[in-house]
């Protein structure tokens, strides 16, 4: 009868370190995974960046072409405006 306690006994602490061994090494590769997951996150995030970064590089260059478009434009409305003064001037010495 002692016999059958003590190879229940160790039957149930074999299968307590198996279990354990188990959960471990699942828990492993839980890991693995979710560092993996992280890491292609993580790089789709970093591509997301540069490209944000790369649209606002290019919207400040279209600032900038903008800004002197306006300049040239007022000076060349400016400078219609004075050939117009000038044209209704000889218009009007005729």
Known sequence: MEWNIVVGMAC?????????LAFSRNKTKDYQ??????GVI????GYIKSSV???NRKLDEQDERNLEFM???TAVESSAKQ??????????RK
């Open 12 to 20: 149930t602490v074999a299968g307590a370190v198996v279990s354990y």
């Open 33 to 38: 995974q979710e560092g993996q997951q992280n």
């Open 42 to 45: 993580l790089t789709e995030i």
């Open 53 to 55: 970064d790369s649209i």
């Open 71 to 73: 300049t040239r434009l």
């Open 83 to 92: 050939a117009h003064h000038r044209i209704d001037g000889l218009e009007g």
